[in-house]
């Protein structure tokens, strides 16, 4: 072989090397593919780890994720709530208010009425008061004549 080698031209010694390379070649893509083979079961058993551990952390935002929609969904819920309360509180608090201005206008109508039957029965006094003064003076005047005349009978 090698004296073939020696004695070849240069076209066949090209395929001479390039058949040695290609061996060559073969048995390094051999040992290339077995070196890769041994690294792609190491990846493969990284990457069954990396997605057992996201699974369990998929697994865990879920539940967080879960937790936090049933939150919002609390919040929202107690938001609502509270804005009903609140209309509530203003409605109950307009209503008091409504009921006090009517019963302050039911007063002060009342009010008016009794101020009215007052100067009405102050009238009715002074006028009482007038024909007592009247009635006095025609008392004192009919005393005064009684005594006027009892007197001149009894004076001889």
Known sequence: MISRIIEARPEELRVFLEEAAGSVQVQGA???NRASLGGTRDNLARLSDIRQE??????RLEKQAEVARRYN??????????NLLSLLRRNEAEAEAQRHAAKIERSATELESETARLREIERELE??????DTSGDALSAAQG??????RRRLTP
């Open 30 to 32: 051999a040992a290339r």
């Open 54 to 59: 996201l699974g369990s952390q998929i697994e």
């Open 73 to 82: 969904e609390l919040s929202t819920d107690r938001a609502q709530k509270q």
């Open 127 to 132: 006028q009482a008061r007038a024909e007592h």
């Open 145 to 150: 004549e009684l005594y006027g005349r009892q």
